[in-house]
């Protein structure tokens, strides 16, 4: 998913027809939602933009330490489930370290430097224990982040994944949030940890 404002500023996942969720730190107060991209610079025949009717951060974020960076946005109308949009499984349960997940995103494709892609990207890669995600980013790792990705640097999200899918096992695991640059050795990517999140994320679809 693209969340469009004039131009694509975060990624974000399709929970059912009428729900999105994304990082409360891409929150805007209204936005396009642009599901079965590609390449987004092209018309391609498989899009939808649907307006967002109501955006809705977490209450817990925190915008300094990036604490329950998850938030929902719920479509103006449903979207149209085929072969190129498709929902994402919530997760059954937390995800053990060393698992491999898929990352998504049209953001930035250099560490240093900026090329932002057309196309859809995508990295493999392993989730971290928790010592080595808190050892990366002393006392900045709450119980609700996960480091996904490799310690050694050169493969990681960047500007422009931020709310974008971590998919592992075909359940949605991570969302993108924050890091330290981009790639960099020792730095990991830091995401929000889905699995605390089933709870909100079924009460607030329910209230809204």
């Known amino acids: 998913v693209s969340l469009n404002s004039g131009y694509h500023f975060c990624g974000g996942a399709l929970l059912n027809s ?5 990082a409360a730190h891409c929150y805007k107060a209204s936005m396009q939602v642009r599901l079965g991209e590609h390449n987004i610079a092209v018309s391609e025949g498989t899009e939808q933009f649907i307006n967002s009717a109501k955006v809705i951060r977490n209450a817990a974020y925190n915008s300094r330490t990036l604490d329950n960076d998850i938030m929902l946005v719920k479509l103006a109308s449903p979207a149209t489930l085929n072969s190129y949009v498709k929902t994402v499984p919530l997760p059954s349960g937390c995800a053990a370290a060393g698992t491999s997940c898929v990352i998504s995103g049209w953001g930035n494709t250099l560490s240093s430097g900026t090329n932002m892609p057309n196309l859809l990207q995508c990295l493999n890669a392993p989730i971290l224990t928790a010592a080595q995600c808190s050892n990366a980013y002393p006392g900045e790792i709450t119980g609700n982040m996960i480091c996904v990705g490799y310690l050694e640097g050169g493969k990681d999200s960047c500007q ?16 993108v949030s924050w890091g330290y640059g981009c790639a960099l050795r020792n730095y ?16 607030t679809q329910a209230a809204n």
Do not use: E, F, R
Request: glycine share 16%; proline share 5%.
């Open 188 to 203: 990991p990517g830091v995401y929000t940890k889905v699995c605390n999140y089933n709870s909100w994320i079924a009460s």
């Open 18 to 22: 009428l729900w999105v969720v994304s």
């Open 160 to 175: 422009g994944d931020s709310g974008g899918p971590v998919v592992c096992n075909g359940q949605l695991q991570g969302i």
